[in-house]
């Protein structure tokens, strides 16, 4: 008897409609954008993307610099057997360096004091008698500029401190103000809208019915942003197309990015595809081989404003949001993608012929690997792990068995 296999042909054609994650994010990737630069007050930058490469206006240190408190003295006096010297006078760091006169002087010099160019020897404290207006050398071994720093030893002038596309940290701020730069010239940022939409969602401030859920995906996603420094405004519609249509048209000349969640799918109030298409926004791709995060759409509009719309699942949101639209931020500000990979801690199963991307918590091993430990989730809807866990290991579609040991990609979170 002849078996029969029943293939749906409308899962067929979607199927078709679908493209490979990593066509997704090559499409993705071919529009980003330089938002230009700014210049913004010091104290302002931390976080940001520095724009100009940070330039030594002078020799670091512009002068040989003490390194411990004792005093300076000729080398040469040392080696012609002089280990009794008078001081001629003490010095204090930022005055004057003080010369000698004649052999035998020496003077008193405190650490990150300039040393005069005459004076080649600093001896600590720790070393000598001082009394009587003379230091005495005890039995320690002296050598030929020692503790001292000299002049352009760390960076000449002209030199590059620290090169553009650098995140700013405390320590590059730091060595902003040492060459006076009270402004500092960063990458502008992207501005971005985040819209969310659904009659179930309510404010996360009031009180859902049975039936209703509070909102969650914008400040996700907020949260998210802030740690680039931007400020992403948000508003939440309801499942109406003209109200729909109507807030988008209005904003797509204001942002540079919209991000949307839900009404992306097949059901019969997700109205943002058709919506895009009457406003003429130019659609890459719609559906993604992947799980989860399947309708995810991806267009630009005439206003050349990109438009992310997730889908409205907390976990299918986040992980879009983390996969895509933050490596297209990253590329745009000419950051340097950190490319992760980890070990499975345990065998993985999943059928479907999608590129599977579970939640997993991520350790160290005693090998100094970096391990994935997998959790059990139910579907995209579940949100409640996501704080348990922080990454998505990313596992190819054309395999169904994944085992111990085997090494795939990481897409980090709560980090």
Known sequence: MKNWTFTDPWQQLEDKKMILVEEAEKIILNHTKDFDSEDIPLLDSIGRILAEDLIADRDLPPFNRATVDGIAISFKDYLDGIRKFKIKGVQAAGQTPINIDSKGQCIEIMTGAAVNKNLDTVIRYEDLIIQNGQAIVQEVPIQKNQNIHPQGSDKIKGEILVKKDDIITPTISGVSA????????????????????????VPMDSNPTDYQIRQSNAINIQAVLKKYKIQAHAMHLNDNREMIETKLKSNLQHYDVILLTGAVSMGKFDYIPEVLKNLNVQKFFHKVKQRPGKPFWFGKSQESTLIFAFPGNPVSAFLCLHRYFIPWLEASLNLIPQVEFAKLSTELNFKPELQYFAQVKLMVNQNAELIASTINTNGSGDYSHLPDTNAFIELPWNKTKFSKGECYRIWRYNN
């Open 178 to 201: 040492s060459i006076g730069k009270v402004k500092i010239k960063v990458k502008k940022l992207p501005r971005i809208l985040i819209i969310t939409t659904g009659d179930e969602l």
